[in-house]
């Protein structure tokens, strides 16, 4: 796969993890365990790249004794994930077109 398209695909795959409510790092690891595997060298150089385009935003809070930084999704990352699922219905579309004479459209 395309180096920039996954990373677009993780970055969306964050927001969405947190689009109901703030998380920390452990966690969003976690939620999306089931889906995609992302390890924490790949995940916090993407909350960094969301913070600085202002998709998220972190505070830091005391946790068992430790501080730890909470992200919560901004109306510009919630927006975010409805560009991406508009962009996703048109990916679908050329995915249909370029398979149409492998007779893998049924399964989309």
Known sequence: MDIQMKRGLL???VLA????GDSYGYQ????????????EST??????RLEAAELLTVRTAEYNG???KYYHIT?????????FK???REILSIY??????????EKI
């Open 75 to 83: 109306r510009a990352g919630l927006a975010r994930i409805e560009d």
């Open 96 to 105: 249909k077109f370029v398979t149409k004479e492998d007779g893998d459209n």
């Open 11 to 13: 970055e969306v795959c």
């Open 17 to 20: 993890s947190i689009k109901d």
């Open 86 to 88: 508009d962009e996703w």
């Open 43 to 48: 995940l916090y150089p993407i909350l960094r």
């Open 66 to 68: 430790r501080l730890r």
């Open 28 to 39: 969003i690891i976690k939620d999306m365990k089931p889906y995609v595997e992302i390890s």
